[in-house]
């Protein structure tokens, strides 16, 4: 008990590459300076010693005086503990630490509360900055050391930091210092790795490159816990198998999760938590009295505060702290563990969970779990009530296939409400539009022969299962884009079918919608696509109302009325929030406000909805939210500088167009991966794309006649911006005006902006700059009404000498064109430096400072000005202030340039 183990008294040494966690540190160090203790409180493997090893780092470089304790559970006695408390005081005074350390172990079996109140009284008086860090706090549990620490921290001095990391609730009653604002909280949350965190951790720490859609799906897995994480990463970078296929099959069931679980985890817990966590791992989610129905006990409720308190990754759902859930790893290493001991036991909970829920009206759960306990019948009769809600209602098609999954075919059978709905999902599957019209086919064979199908039906049902088949059979041919086929069904079914099957009308009006707006019919697609609305929310199909939204946001963007647009993506937004939509409903509602924040350039809050609201992982089959998913990624990473993995997301694209067999979606991805290039100044490389894909050959063999016109304008688009950029202006400008005469005549006012915009580069190269500027100007005055910049903007900096020669005819229209010119040229400014250009740039006059630097770190990582303020913790004003300090200082006009400049200086 005499002896010090000296590594306990110094901050651990991490082998492995550490993670720049900057801006949680910062984060945390600006905070505690005006208050007295930082606690740390988080389950194992969260990253709790790492941020409290760069924290010590920190105060160090600004000149406190830092101890460090690592505790284990031998150091609960006050006689040991004592021995480490007078240990750490070495760093601010060795005289006095000497006399404390010989005074215990000369006295280990008196009364030491004396000697506890004079580290108090010394740590009160003193006035230099001193920092004390002490890990795994979670272990100590005698009283005396508690108070010890309760007064230490009461009587803390300003000039002392105590940072405490626990894996439990501090045993420490906070409340009076929490009110005055004297201590910092860190929680598990804070350091959960963000989506953003979590594709710079695979790349730093694994060198392991993974899409947006991966790096969603691993931080879905993993939550964002940084050993979960730590572990996929070793996975992934040690296996030749495909990245996305490793991570969904990634679980607790990998060897070296399972033993850090034990060893870290479950193995530390007593029989009774045992119990109750191994009885509890089936359940999706828990209350209390769900917990008790399942455990036998009657104590659900104090089980779950002390779960809570003791951070075993339990999950609340709600404030008033009613539901709860475990962190997905661990709530599959339970179950693993519950099989292993007794497999039947897991359907026993879920027939005790299936009653609950039944008697409680929780009707979802009520399903899954009398499918997980073979209730089939019962089964059988709430899905067949329920379904349709789920499927054509709010179109989470998920829930329906894991139910299929479960459900054994011949209760599938006995209801054609379920054999029409699980048809209905198929349809809106990347490979499930034959399953889907097979299915109605099959439903149509077993109507005809009542023997065979043993339904008892009404005429009046029959009728309505019908109609559900034939919108079904619609609405594959609209997946299909088989435009002349749809169109026909549909006009046949809306003739059809009763005005009081909403669901109905409203999803027959959607496959219209979507193929006159890919035929360019565009007055027809906003009439069917407004009938969709209305009859969505009369039937309360979300699902319908918001495919309605979004067709109609499409069609408005193609005719260049970007405020109708917003309006129609905005509306959408609010019924997904009125109906707590989720999966493609929420997902359909973020991809139109995505493509209306990428026609302003509305950078910032376009990277929102493509992370937040998880797009690209939640999309249909459908071709075109796909292409405009993917498209505005690439659109987005070019931006922020990220030339790389914009060029990567449409690779995936064209690769994924071509395993679907959707040409269209192929020649897109092409022509926009070349009108990246060029936008970067990579001629060369787009000549190089082009000859690749033999995308100018109006003769090629991918080239379909359903999509003939829609690729042939992807062809001719290309085929100008590549005679823009090789000099080959008359060639240019000849094809310009013939794709201009038909955008025109078809109304279509955004690509008309950008063809005037091609046509007036085309006019400065040769040499009629007269010309070029009223063209220009023409284009500008028919965007700026609708701050529609980006078919302006996507024609790129060549535009830049014409802009500066732009002027204004009338006085009341200089402000409003003046201020859309100024936008336009600062978005420009440097886009030609984006990836291609390592050309050394010359030193800056006045360097930046740290916390430029910071900021600079966070712009690269993709941070708009928005979450900047959030992740700096300052107003939104003093952010964009300092972005406009570090544009000037660099010398750019926006975020591209400086990531580029910043990039290529190694300043980042």
Known sequence: MTDIIETKLNPPYIRQKRMNRGGITKRVAHEADSMHIVSVVAPAGSGKSTLLVELHERYRLEGFACSWLNLES?????????????????TIDKPFAERSLAFVKSNASADLKPFFDSIIQYIAATELRFAL??????????????????????????????????????????????????????????????????????????????????????????????????????????SDRNKEEIIRGFSARDRNLQEYLFEAVYGLQDAATQHFLLRTAPLNRFSAELCNVVTGGHDGHGRLAQLEADNLFIIPLDREGRWYRYHHLFSEYLLSQLIKIDPAQKQEICEYAADWC???????EAIQYCLDAAYFEKATDLIAEHAKRIAIGEGNHSIIFEWMQKLPKEYQYRRPEILLHHAWSRAFTRDGVGIAVAICAEFEALLADSAASSWALSAEEVLSLVHLSNV????????????????????????ALPRDEHMLVASASVATAFCHYLQQNLSLALSAAGDAYVYGRKGESAYAAVWGDFV???????????????????????????????GQVAALAALARAE?????????????????????????????????????????????????????????????????????????????????????????????????????????????????????????????????????????????????????????????????????????????????????????????????????????????????????????????????????????????????????????????????????????????????????????????????????????????????????????
């Open 74 to 90: 031998s150091d609960d006695d006050p006689a040991r503990f004592a021995l480490y408390i007078a240990s750490v005081l070495r």
């Open 472 to 495: 079904i059979r619609c609405i594959s041919l609209a997946c299909l884009e088989d435009f002349e086929a749809c169109n026909a069904a549909s006009i046949a079914l809306l003739k």
């Open 358 to 364: 039944i008697s409680e009206g929780l009707v979802l």
């Open 596 to 908: 209306v924040d990428c026609q302003r350039c509305d950078f910032d809050h376009l990277e929102r909805e493509l992370i937040d609201s998880r797009v690209i992982t939640t999309i249909s089959n459908s071709p075109e939210p796909l292409l405009i998913a993917r498209r505005s990624e690439a659109r987005y990473r070019l931006w922020i500088g990220e030339y790389a993995a914009a060029w990567h997301v449409l690779q995936q694209g064209q690769d994924l167009a071509l395993t679907l067999d959707i040409p269209r979606l192929y020649f897109a991805f092409i022509a926009e991966e070349i009108e990246l290039q060029l936008h970067c100044g990579d001629v060369s490389a787009a000549r190089d794309t082009a000859r690749r894909t033999d995308i100018l050959n109006r003769d090629n063999a991918l080239i379909d006649r359903r999509h003939e016109s829609a690729i042939v304008e992807c062809i001719d688009l290309t085929a100008v911006r590549l005679s823009l950029a090789e000099q080959r202006s008359e060639e240019a400008l000849k094809l310009i005006n013939v794709l201009l005469r038909r955008a025109q005549r078809e109304g279509r006012l955004t690509l008309a902006q950008q063809l005037r915009a091609m046509k007036s580069l085309a006019l400065w190269q040769l040499a009629k700059e007269a010309e070029a500027i009223r063209e220009l100007d023409h284009a500008v005055s028919a965007a700026m009404a609708e701050m529609h910049i980006y078919p302006l903007y996507r024609v790129g900096a060549r535009l830049l000498p014409i802009l500066g020669r732009l002027g204004s005819t009338r006085d009341g229209e200089l402000n409003t064109k003046a201020q859309f010119v100024s936008q336009l040229t600062s978005m420009l400014g440097g886009t030609a430096q984006c990836g291609v250009d390592s050309s050394p740039s010359p030193e800056l006059v006045e360097p930046l400072t740290d916390r430029q630097l910071e900021i600079l770190r966070l712009i690269g990582t993709g941070l708009g000005n928005k979450a900047l303020a959030e992740e700096l913790h300052i107003s939104l004003s003093t952010a964009k202030w300092h972005v406009h300090n570090i544009f000037d200082k660099l010398g750019v006009k926006n975020r591209t340039a400086a990531v580029a400049y910043a990039r290529n200086n190694n300043l980042i």
């Open 552 to 582: 109609a946001c499409m069609s408005n963007i193609e005719l260049g009325r970007i405020q109708l647009a917003q309006a129609s993506a905005h509306r959408a937004e609010q019924t997904v929030g009125e109906v707590l939509g989720g």
């Open 133 to 238: 860090f002490v890990d795994d706090f979670h272990v100590l549990k005698h009283p005396d050391i508690l108070h010890f620490w309760a007064q230490f921290i009461a009587y803390a001095p300003a000039s002392l930091r105590t940072v405490i990391a626990s894996r439990a609730k501090l045993p420490l009653d906070l409340s009076r210092l929490r009110i005055a604002g004297g201590i910092f909280e860190v929680a598990q949350s804070d350091l959960n790795l963000s989506v953003q965190e979590t594709m710079q951790f695979m790349k730093e720490q694994h060198n392991v490159e993974l899409s947006m859609h991966a790096v969603q799906l691993l931080h879905e897995r993993t939550e964002g816990w940084m050993v979960g994480l730590q572990l996929a990463g070793m996975t992934i970078s040690r």
